[in-house]
C-alpha cells in the first residue's frame, strides 16, 4: 500500500524516556480495558520488539516475540505454555496483517489471545485484528493499492523502510 503520510516509530524509539512514557499509558489504557488477566506479552519482531517489552515492563508480566520463519512467525526463542493468556502489543497497525499473524501463531501455541495493543492505530479503527483492540491513539491515514494511487502521488517514488520486507 501507499500512503501520503509515514510515521517513523524509531524516531520516538531512539529516546528511551519517550518511549517508557508512551508504553506506561498503552499499559494503564490496556488495564483498564477489562480484558482479564495477562500472562504474558507477544509482539511481532522487529518493530513490535520494543514496545512490547516496555509495556510488558508496565504490566509486570515477561515479554516475547515471534519471528518470520520461512515467511511464518515463529515463537523461536521462547516457550509458551498452553492456556497462558497473552496480550499481543504492536507498534502501529495499518490493515492488522502483521497482528493477524501474530495471533494465529500464538493459538497454534494453545495460548489464548485475549488482546492487542498498539500505540498507534492508523487505520481509523478499520483494521480486523482479530481481537479486541486496544490503541494509544487512532487516527485513518488513506493508504492506496498500487493500482489505485491518487495521481498526485502517483510520481512520487515509493519508499518502504519498514521491516515487512526484512529476510530473517
Given at each position: 500500500l501507499r500512503s501520503p503520510l509515514f510515521i517513523q516509530k524509531a524516531r520516538v524509539f531512539m529516546y528511551p524516556d519517550r518511549t517508557e512514557k508512551l508504553c506506561r499509558a498503552l499499559a494503564d489504557k490496556v488495564r483498564t480495558a477489562n480484558l482479564g488477566p495477562i500472562d504474558l506479552v507477544v509482539s511481532p519482531a522487529v518493530g513490535g520488539i520494543v514496545p512490547g517489552y516496555e509495556t510488558a515492563r508496565h504490566l509486570g508480566v515477561p515479554a516475547l516475540w515471534v519471528e518470520r520463519e520461512e515467511g511464518q512467525f515463529r515463537l523461536r526463542r521462547f516457550?509458551?505454555?498452553?492456556?497462558a493468556r497473552v496480550l499481543i502489543v504492536e507498534d502501529i497497525v495499518t490493515t492488522?496483517?502483521?497482528?493477524?499473524?501474530t495471533v494465529e501463531a500464538v493459538k497454534a501455541l494453545g495460548a489464548e489471545v485475549v488482546g492487542e495493543?498498539?500505540?498507534i492505530d492508523r487505520s481509523g479503527?478499520?483494521?480486523d485484528v482479530g481481537v479486541p483492540l486496544?490503541?494509544?491513539a487512532r487516527f485513518k491515514v488513506p493508504a492506496y493499492p498500487a493500482d489505485r494511487i491518487p495521481p498526485e502521488m502517483a510520481a512520487i517514488p515509493p519508499v518502504k523502510?519498514?521491516?515487512r520486507g526484512l529476510s530473517q
Open positions: 516457550e509458551m505454555e498452553k492456556g492488522g496483517l502483521s497482528s493477524r499473524e495493543a498498539c500505540l479503527g478499520e483494521a486496544v490503541a494509544l523502510p519498514g521491516s
